[in-house]
């Protein structure tokens, strides 16, 4: 990008050294994505952590991202204050913690774009002075040593998914490795399989790298390569770090004792001790005082899935029968990590009884009523069931025992019942051929006859089958 001229510029309270460039990168907003629909940045996903990551706004025209780094500021890309029309700052400067429009809006008093920034990769730095404190956030510190090739690193937005797709405003993370270095730029490539790349709307944003136990922004993303998702490039900030300390005044964050909290991590779903069958849901809770990042979920020892958003629900099918443990390890942003541990007992199908149903019984003898705790015995709580879920039947107004099922497994259930979808979950009853099934949203079940007698709801869990007759024909 060829440079024209340089100029100084005051706005007001605003002083900022200009570099005019004859052409911008894509009007301003040239880099950023990281999302996770189906587009070309395909594992990108929603980032509800990096608080101190918000959306940068120039004179209502540029939309870009940009970094908390100290209590007033902020750390972003050049050409994102910058008019490239006119070469001009873009006045207002407005950064908003918690995204845009719905986040908290701080007003920039003093914006500093890199003296020798030519457009393009050369030195696309500034640095945004705010009015005020940010005192609800953790800021993020930044990086003094040099990076590595295939170093992994971690890149955050609130860009496109992929090239005109979607809208600004989503703040996305995607992994990604450094695939090449200069003294001043490091490169990233590609998208799909394990990473994620950048697209427009990213630009000013974050590239994480863990240094020390604790998340360190290492780049500040500036231009990419072709297409959404082919290459990244952004400014190295240890290339930078003594401008940017000169330019902050001295307002740089470092890494306090507030770093050195873990994670609190509860499983809530299944309770310790709970006999199931061979399908279910596992529930976390995890929090901290910075904010989590990912929780991992082990089975007797193995990692099985990881989550990077809550809420931290893991499904989990053909769970081996017998005695298993089941480990959640939540890690925050500085690399820290809990871990809380549930063993339940798997049977291969789950606990005997058949559930109650509308239907007359037979003549003769009444059947013998199921072992209490038992699949079908009468309940009023869940720890009264042997499987932990008491169900309800709006219809009857009763309530009995039931066991979440594998809808995959024809033999999931006891004999005389199925396994019937409830929301993200299945639970085990009777088929009735005068009804079928409907799960809330409008997904059909399956197969003549749908469910059995009612709506079924596990308390506590808010699950629950909306029904409706089906005329005979």
Not at 249 to 256: E, N, S
Not at 362 to 370: F, I, L, M, T
Request: some cysteine.
């Amino acid at each position: 990008m060829p440079l024209t001229r340089t100029n100084t510029n005051f706005f007001s309270s605003l002083a900022i050294s200009i570099v005019v460039m004859t052409s911008g990168c894509n009007d301003a907003v040239v880099l950023e994505a990281v999302g996770q629909r189906e587009s070309a940045v395909v594992n990108g996903t929603s980032d509800s952590g990096h608080p101190a990551v918000g959306a940068l706004h120039s004179g209502n025209k540029a939309a870009c991202t940009a970094t908390l780094i100290g209590k007033h500021t902020v750390l972003t890309a050049a050409h994102c204050v910058i008019d490239s029309d006119t070469g001009m700052l873009m006045q207002p400067v407005n950064f908003y913690i918690g995204g845009f429009p719905g986040g908290s809006k701080y007003t920039a008093v003093a914006v500093v774009v890199h003296p020798t920034y030519a457009g393009g990769n050369q030195s696309d730095v500034a640095v945004v002075r705010l009015g005020q404190d940010v005192t609800q956030v953790q800021p993020m510190p930044i990086a003094s040593s040099a990076p590595s090739q295939g170093e992994s690193v971690l890149l955050v937005g609130y860009g496109l998914p992929a090239e005109e797709t979607g809208e600004f405003g989503v703040k996305r993370k995607a992994p990604n490795t450094i695939g090449k270095m200069t003294p001043t730029v490091i490169t990233f490539y590609g998208t799909g399989g394990t990473q994620g790349n950048v697209c427009n709307g990213d630009s000013g944003g974050p590239t994480f790298a863990t240094r020390g136990g604790v998340e360190t922004q290492i780049g500040v993303h500036s231009t990419k390569g072709g297409v959404c998702g082919q290459e990244g490039n952004d400014m190295r900030v240890d290339a930078f770090h003594a401008w940017i300390s000169t330019q902050a005044q001295g307002d740089i964050y470092a890494p306090g004792p507030s770093d050195q909290v873990p994670p609190s991590v509860q499983i809530l779903n299944p309770l310790v001790g709970a006999v199931l069958g061979p399908a279910f849901n596992v529930d976390v809770k995890a929090s901290d005082d910075v904010g989590v990042t990912r929780v991992a979920l082990f089975l007797n020892g193995n990692q099985i899935s990881e989550l990077t958003a809550a809420p931290f629900k893991f499904p989990v099918q053909n769970v081996p029968a017998g005695n298993n443990t089941f480990e959640a390890v939540a890690f925050d942003s500085a690399g820290r990590s809990g871990s809380a541990v549930a063993s339940v007992t798997v049977q291969s199908k789950p606990p005997g009884g058949t559930p109650p149903t509308p239907q007359d019984p037979p003549a003769g003898d009444p059947p013998a009523a199921p072992t209490p705790g038992s699949y079908g015995a009468t309940c009023t709580e869940h720890a009264q069931c042997s499987s932990g879920l008491c169900a309800l039947d709006t219809v009857t107004n009763q309530r009995f025992c039931t066991a979440l099922c594998d809808i995959n497994l024809a033999d999931s259930c006891p004999g005389g019942s199925v396994c019937q979808p409830t929301g993200d979950k299945a639970v085990c009853g009777a088929l009735h051929d005068e009804l079928d099934g409907s799960l809330s949203g409008g997904c059909s079940v399956a197969g003549r006859g749908g469910l059995a007698s009612g709506v079924w709801l596990l308390l506590g869990l808010g699950l629950m089958l909306v029904l409706s007759r089906r005329p005979r024909g």
